[in-house]
Nanobody
Framework: QVQIVESGGGSVQPGGSLTISCLAS????????VSWYRQGPGTAPGTGRD????????????EYRKPVKGRFTISRDNDKNTVYVQMNDLAPADTAVYFC?????????WGQGTQVTVSA
């Protein structure tokens, strides 16, 4: 059974930093590309998820959407089946539930999300 579990969310003040993680099991992780999405407050569950960034299967390529570029860094440790997002200089606009999405071949897996709240 495939499980994708995000963790590390929490509350942080503006300008602060946080690292969230995505742990995968039941899937050949080093054959899975991973993307992070987020869903801000006020949007209906299952809708309105915005892409944050992407990391390739080997970790040699990353891409970021403009709102987080230069502040967020995605990395992965395939030995630990884990992908990380280091988030710096956080702002209230970054408040959201962050979701991990793993793609293995034609199969797509989502985690349940982890809440990140940025407020003074």
């Amino acid at each position: 059974q495939v499980q994708i579990v995000e963790s590390g969310g929490g509350s942080v003040q503006p300008g602060g930093s946080l690292t969230i993680s995505c742990l995968a099991s039941g899937v050949t992780f080093n054959q899975s590309s991973v993307s992070w999405y987020r869903q801000g407050p006020g949007t209906a569950p299952g809708t309105g998820r915005d892409l944050v960034g992407f990391i390739s299967r080997s970790g040699d390529r990353t891409e970021y959407r403009k709102p987080v570029k230069g502040r967020f860094t995605i990395s992965r440790d395939n030995d630990k089946n884990t992908v990380y997002v280091q988030m710096n200089d956080l702002a209230p606009a970054d408040t959201a539930v962050y979701f991990c999405r793993a793609v293995s071949g034609q199969l797509v897996y989502w985690g349940q999300g982890t809440q990140v709240t940025v407020s003074a």
